[in-house]
């Protein structure tokens, strides 16, 4: 079992920028591969950011290459998120998930346990 806990949103204006985390509970967290995946009002969750168990993989959605970057610290069970340049259509409560597996994976029903979310908030 793996408990997950984000922290980090707020609201920013656009062109701002926020770094997300997410803590995990247990002793395993490094045979997890971790993910980002957001869900805008209305809309259907979406993929945000993917990385893999080492940390040495990751993948992005086309929408926020360039401009987000996820990361793992495997000693403090956390993964990161860090938001840049941020847009309006960002706003979305983001969520941390993980699967036990090498990774990356970018596909929401892969992974088994998932966070309550973290609402980032982008204003105009």
């Known amino acids: 079992q793996v408990q997950l806990v984000e922290s980090g949103g707020g609201l920013v204006q656009a062109g701002g920028s926020l770094r997300l985390s997410c803590a995990a509970s247990?002793?395993?967290?490094?045979?997890?591969?971790m993910g980002w995946f957001r869900q805008a009002p209305g809309k259907e969750r979406e993929f945000v950011a993917a990385i893999s168990w080492s940390g040495g993989s990751t993948d992005y959605a086309d929408s926020v290459k360039g401009r987000f970057t996820i990361s793992r610290d495997n000693a403090k069970n956390t993964v990161y998120l860090q938001v840049n340049s941020l847009k309006p259509e960002d706003t979305a409560v983001y969520y941390c998930a993980a699967v036990e597996g090498l990774g990356p994976y970018y596909s929401g029903p892969e992974y088994d346990y998932w966070g309550q979310g973290t609402q980032v908030t982008v204003s105009s």
């Open positions: 247990g002793r395993t967290f490094r045979s997890y591969a």
